[in-house]
C-alpha cells in the first residue's frame, strides 16, 4: 500500500528539520516546501539536508517578487500597522508562501499539508486558514497540536536534545534559544528569554540592522523616493564613488532601501502585542526598508491626498487591512474589498520624497509633487492672501460655533465647569 504524502512548510531550522524526522516516523512520504521571500538562507544545504533526513523531494521556489509586489506594496499603499508599531512582517509573507505550498501539494498529489507552527501562536492560524481557502479539501498535520508530539516534545531544548540524538545539525542552541523568522521584509525574534519582556534583547540577537550607536556611520545618507498611485516606482541615490544611482525595477528597488536602511540600524522595535489567538506575545522585529518606504509614503499623502479620503481610509481600510493580515486572513472577501478600497484611495498619491537615515532614524527632507494641486504655495502662505478670502472664515468660524455655544450653555445651566 502506497504511503500518504505530505507537503510540509520546511525552513531547515530546528523545529520543522525535527517535524520532517517525525512525520517520516509515522509513516508518511514527505514533500519539503521551502519559500524564498528573501531571508539569507542557504538553500542548497538546508535543501541537502532535507534530503538526508529523508524527503522524498524538495521544492524551492523563488517568492521574493510577488512577495513585494503583492504584499509588501500594498501594505505601503494603505501605511500598514498592527497596534501603531509593527509593521506585519511576518504576516506579510504567509499568503504568498501558502499559496505556493498548495499549489505543490496538487501538483505532488499530497493527501495533507504540514507545518512547524506552535499552538500558541499566530502562525498555524494564518497558516490554516490560508490552506482551507486554497484547498478546502486540504488535511492539515499540525505537530505541536498533537499530544503524541508535545508530549514528547515539550519545547526547543527537547528538539535540540532530538536532532543532537538523531543527527540533525541546528542553528539554535541551549545558549541562545530564542527563534528567528526572515524575509526580505523583516526578521523576527521571540521565545527563550525573550519571553521576559523586561529582558533586554542581547546586542548580538539582532540580525539584519547595524548597531545605530555603536556600528551605524557617522555620516547621514539621502536618497529620493518616487510614487506613482502609492507605488514605489524609482529610488535615486549617490552611490560610494559619488555616483547617482536610479533603480526602478520593483524588487531591487525594495533590495537597494533594505541595504541603506539596514546599515544605518533603521527599523528596529522591541514590542509586547496582542495574538489572534488572545495571548500577549513579546517580539523583537528588524525592519529596515519597509519602515523607510511606508515613512516616505506616509509623508507624501499629507501633500497629495484629499483630506476626507484620508480620514475615511485611516480609519477603515488601514486599520481593517492590518488586522486581516495579522489574523491570516488574507484570502478573504473582506480583504478582496479593502484592496479595491486601497487601490481608489491611492489615485492622487503621486511626488516624490527626499529622505534621510542617520544613526537608527529616518527623516524626511521635502516633498514634492508635478502632479498634484492640492497644496497651494500662495494660499498657504501667511506672507500673502493669494486667492483665499480672510472674510469667509468669519462665517466658517460661525457655523462651527453654533452647536459650541448651545454646549457651553447647557453647562452653564447645570453649574458645570468646562
Known amino acids: 500500500m502506497a ?39 542557504d538553500f542548497q544545504a538546508a535543501k541537502e539536508k532535507a534530503l538526508k533526513i529523508g524527503a522524498e523531494k524538495v521544492y524551492v521556489e523563488d517568492l521574493r517578487r510577488e512577495f513585494v509586489e503583492e504584499l509588501c506594496f500594498a501594505a505601503i499603499q494603505c501605511n500598514a500597522v ?10 506579510l509573507a504567509r499568503p504568498v508562501i501558502a499559496r505556493g505550498m498548495i499549489a505543490t501539494a496538487q501538483r505532488e498529489g499530497c493527501v495533507a499539508v504540514s507545518h512547524g507552527a506552535t499552538g500558541k501562536g499566530n502562525d498555524a492560524i494564518r497558516f490554516e486558514l490560508a490552506f482551507y481557502a486554497l484547498q478546502p479539501s486540504i488535511r492539515v498535520v499540525a505537530p505541536w497540536r498533537l ?51 523586561d529582558t533586554t534583547p542581547p546586542a548580538d540577537m539582532w540580525k539584519l540592522t547595524a548597531d545605530p550607536l555603536v556600528a551605524a556611520p557617522d555620516t547621514p545618507e539621502d536618497f ?8 514605489p516606482v524609482k529610488l535615486e541615490h ?48 528588524e525592519t529596515p526598508g519597509l519602515t523607510c518606504l511606508r515613512s516616505a509614503h506616509l509623508d507624501l499623502e499629507g501633500l497629495v491626498l484629499d483630506r476626507e479620503v484620508r480620514a475615511l481610509r485611516d480609519q477603515f481600510v488601514t486599520f481593517h487591512f492590518a488586522k ?14 479593502l484592496s479595491a478600497s486601497i487601490a481608489a ?47 469667509d472664515t468669519s462665517g466658517f468660524i460661525s457655523v462651527q460655533a453654533i452647536r459650541l455655544k448651545k454646549y457651553g450653555e447647557m453647562k452653564s445651566e447645570k453649574g458645570e465647569k468646562l
Not at 224 to 231: A, D, I, P, R
Not at 247 to 270: E, K, M, Q
Request: glycine share 8%.
Open 324 to 337: 486581516v493580515l495579522y489574523n491570516g486572513l488574507y484570502f478573504s472577501p473582506e480583504r478582496e474589498f
Open 147 to 197: 499530544p503524541e508530539f508535545y508530549e514528547r516534545f515539550a519545547g526547543r531544548n527537547d528538539l535540540l536534545d532530538y536532532a543532537a540524538r538523531v543527527g540533525i545539525p541546528v542553528v539554535q542552541t541551549k545558549a541562545k534559544p530564542w527563534s528567528m523568522d526572515e524575509n526580505l521584509a523583516h526578521c523576527s525574534f521571540e521565545a527563550g528569554i525573550l519571553e521576559d519582556p
Open 82 to 91: 498592527y497596534e501603531s508599531v509593527y509593521l506585519l512582517g511576518t504576516s
Open 345 to 391: 484611495s491611492q489615485v492622487s498619491v503621486n511626488g516624490q520624497v527626499r529622505c534621510r537615515v542617520y544613526k537608527g532614524n529616518f527623516y524626511v527632507l521635502g516633498r514634492s509633487s508635478s502632479t498634484e494641486k492640492l497644496y497651494d504655495l500662495q494660499e498657504s502662505s501667511m506672507d500673502e492672501i493669494g486667492g483665499f478670502e480672510p472674510t
Open 224 to 231: 529620493t523616493l518616487y510614487f506613482e498611485k502609492g507605488l
Open 3 to 41: 504511503k500518504e504524502k505530505v507537503c510540509l512548510a520546511y525552513s531547515g531550522g530546528l523545529d520543522t528539520s525535527c517535524i520532517l524526522a517525525w512525520l517520516i516516523e509515522k509513516g508518511y512520504d514527505v514533500i519539503c516546501y521551502m519559500a524564498d521571500v528573501g531571508q539569507e538562507e
Open 238 to 285: 549617490i552611490t560610494d564613488d559619488k555616483k547617482t544611482k536610479t533603480v526602478t525595477d520593483s524588487l531591487d528597488l525594495f533590495l537597494a532601501v533594505n541595504a541603506i536602511a539596514r546599515r544605518h540600524g533603521v527599523g528596529r522595535i522591541d514590542i509586547v502585542e496582542n495574538r489572534f489567538i488572545g495571548l500577549k506575545s513579546r517580539g523583537c522585529y
